[in-house]
């Protein structure tokens, strides 16, 4: 079974407003992070955040992660068009570094 | 350019004909995987591969086999495909370090009839 969850499955928003997408874990992890996938085609990483820390910033990308809730989230601030795509938290086991667990992800819709 | 390279994009085969699926990476990463996506399921692990001659299973390893016989290449063999193996494949690699990103390449669409 699929360890990260998002929520919503679907968001659609108009440009310049935020978007914050959530992330549920089950295990213990050594890291989460967050992709971009636009339509079909190959995940690109935007943000990873270790599990020692709480946020983290980088441009427009605002992730936080809580342990003891088992959950993360990514805020986009200031949307844009080009921010439409699916976004896919994915998971580092703490006990196995080899195995990675995607969420179903959340799709974006950013309407100019 | 650091990438890494899958082919074919585009695959349509028959039930129980053995095919191959390609990926190569030139950024010499330690740690290579396969993942299949499918609505609603989003992404599922296949197998992994740690290092040379290192491969172990992930969440849906049932029907593929993979070598890791060079460090820049990581096959993925469907020996006898079946229509229940239609989907969406990514190759992935990164460096040694569980923290490194993930690279994936652009997919192989698979569809078996």
């Known amino acids: 079974s699929q360890q990260g969850e998002e929520d919503p499955q679907a968001l659609s928003i108009q440009e310049g407003e935020n978007a914050t997408m959530n992330c549920s874990y089950k295990?213990?992890?050594?890291?989460l992070q967050w992709y971009r996938q636009n339509s079909g085609r190959g995940l690109v990483h935007l943000i990873l955040i270790r599990s020692n820390e709480r946020e983290k910033h980088s441009g427009r990308l605002r992730v936080t992660l809580d342990t003891s809730k088992k959950s993360s989230s990514l805020l986009i601030t200031a949307s844009r068009a080009a921010d439409t795509a699916s976004y896919f938290c994915a998971t580092a086991q703490d006990t196995n570094a080899g195995k990675s667990t995607f969420g179903d992800g959340t799709t974006l819709t950013v309407k100019p | 350019e650091a990438q890494v390279t899958q082919n074919p994009r585009y695959l349509i085969t028959v039930t129980g004909k053995k095919l191959t699926v390609t990926c190569s990476q030139n950024?010499?990463?330690?740690?290579m995987s396969w993942y299949r996506q499918d609505p609603g399921l989003g992404l599922r692990q296949i197998y992994y591969s740690m290092n040379v001659e290192v491969t172990d299973k992930g969440d849906v390893p049932e029907g593929y086999k993979v070598s890791r016989k060079e460090k820049r290449n990581f096959p993925l063999i469907l020996e006898s495909p079946s229509p229940n193996q239609t989907s969406l494949y990514f190759c992935?690699?990164?460096?040694?370090?569980?923290?490194?990103?993930?690279?994936f390449g652009n997919g192989t669409r698979l569809t078996v009839t």
């Open positions: 295990t213990s992890i050594n890291n």
């Open positions: 950024m010499n990463h330690e740690y």
């Open positions: 992935a690699s990164r460096g040694r370090a569980g923290n490194s990103p993930l690279h």
